[in-house]
């Protein structure tokens, strides 16, 4: 009984905090979020993670502010050098300036969970970033084949290799030979820094 009333009391302590991606052009239309649990030590790059915490070691945040920092170690203990000697305290409004919010984008924002393939080890254990991604907003139909200078390219798997295939028409028809970050399907290679 007491074991069921402290997960209880975890559960209902953690709190969900969403970082927005906003459209490159149209800054206002949200393209993705990713989720960060309190507490829980995020891979974010190969060699950086990030959390948000009321704690930081032995030290608690202020009322109503929460730790936000970079960090080296995958325990979220060993600040990143581009931040100061100590973690930062941040407000939930000045979260808000790190695209940070308490909530997740509201139903008018058509967003779906997408599957993370990067990985920052041969066993494909740790995903790059580690929080859930959504991606949001995006076209019903999506044209794969993009112009890149006088090619087309179109990433797709063929023979059980997946890779960025060049073509020399718009509609991806006409194959040139030439294939660039291939790599075998159902293998995890590691990803370079």
């Known amino acids: 009984m007491i074991v069921l009333l402290l997960v209880f009391i975890t559960w209902v302590s953690a709190k969900n905090f969403y970082q927005y991606t906003y459209d490159q052009k149209d800054k206002k239309t949200i393209v993705g979020y990713s989720i960060y649990e309190t507490d829980k030590c995020y891979r974010v790059s190969l060699s950086s993670y990030e959390q948000i915490s009321q704690k930081n070691g032995e ?3 202020e009322q109503g502010k ?7 170690d995958k325990n979220c203990k060993q600040l990143d050098e581009e931040q100061s000697d100590s973690a930062q305290q941040y407000t939930i409004e000045q979260l808000k300036t790190y695209n940070i919010f308490e909530a997740a984008p509201g139903d008018t924002n058509k967003c779906q969970e997408i599957t993370v393939e990067q990985f ?5 254990t740790e995903p790059i970033p580690a929080t859930k991604q959504f991606v949001c907003n995006t076209p019903a139909v999506v044209s794969s084949c993009v112009a890149f200078g006088k090619f087309y390219t179109k990433t797709s798997t063929v023979h059980g290799y997946q890779g960025t295939f060049y073509y020399s028409d718009p509609d991806c028809k006409i194959f040139t030979g030439l294939i660039t970050d291939q790599r075998k399907c159902g293998v995890c290679t590691a990803s370079s820094p």
């Open 66 to 72: 929460y730790f936000f920092n970079t960090f080296k």
């Open 120 to 124: 920052g080890d041969k066993e494909c």
């Open 59 to 61: 030290t608690t945040a």
